[in-house]
């Protein structure tokens, strides 16, 4: 967390964390209608071939972006 810079945009209920190094995006929270969502940047997960990652029916949603 020490790395991170964080952002609030437009209506500011998102906050966007940003690597304070190289300025890549890390991921983001936000809490709509009182749910917790997360959306990481699985590029940024040490040992993660982002490309492997498979999603099969979960209540979840799972996004990736890189
Ligand atoms: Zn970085």
């Given at each position: 967390?020490?790395?991170?810079?964080?952002?609030?945009?437009?209506?500011?209920?998102?906050?966007?964390?940003?690597?304070?190094?190289?300025?890549?995006?890390?991921?983001?929270?936000?809490?709509?209608?009182?749910e917790n969502t997360y959306?990481?940047?699985?590029?940024?997960?040490?040992?993660?071939?982002?490309?492997?990652?498979?999603s099969k029916g979960s209540k979840r949603k799972i996004v990736?972006?890189?």
């Amino acid at each position: 967390m020490q790395f991170l810079n964080e952002y609030r945009f437009n209506t500011m209920t998102v906050t966007h964390y940003f690597c304070r190094r190289c300025g890549i995006f890390v991921y983001f929270h936000s809490r709509y209608e009182g749910e917790n969502t997360y959306v990481v940047n699985v590029g940024c997960l040490e040992g993660i071939n982002p490309y492997e990652i498979t999603s099969k029916g979960s209540k979840r949603k799972i996004v990736l972006i890189s």
